[in-house]
Nanobody, 122 residues
């Protein structure tokens, strides 16, 4: 599947951004989707994931309560609403598609999209 993320930008601490990821190429509604982020010199970090139906969501402790993942299967799009942003949230955010219906970990990620830069100023 091809994944195209958008919605990144520069925001002040405490602000909000909404990322979108449009998917094409295979049946979007059958697979769990997620978001990862990466900063230079650091390992890629899991952010959030949602099951194929959207009924089950998973979050990294660092973003729990501030970020919300959602999906619109009719539009083949997954979203990441990011509130109360902090400078440490600065990273390139990339969406991923798995080949499972539920999120069972990064090892089941099949497709990675190009990222979108999020910069949070203090």
């Amino acid at each position: 599947v091809q994944l195209q993320a958008s919605g990144g930008g520069l925001v002040q601490a405490g602000g909000s951004l909404r990322l979108s990821c449009a998917a094409s190429g295979r049946t979007f509604r059958n697979y769990a989707m997620g978001w990862f982020r990466q900063t230079p010199g650091k390992d890629r970090e899991f952010v959030a994931a949602t099951s194929a139906s959207g009924d089950n969501d998973y979050y990294a402790d660092s973003v729990k309560g501030r970020f919300t993942i959602s999906r619109d299967n009719a539009k083949n799009t997954v979203y990441l609403q990011m509130n109360s942003l902090r400078p440490e949230d600065t990273a390139v955010y990339a969406c991923v598609a798995t080949h499972t219906r539920n999120w069972v970990g990064a090892r089941y990620v099949r497709d990675w999209g190009q990222g979108t830069q999020v910069t949070v100023s203090s």
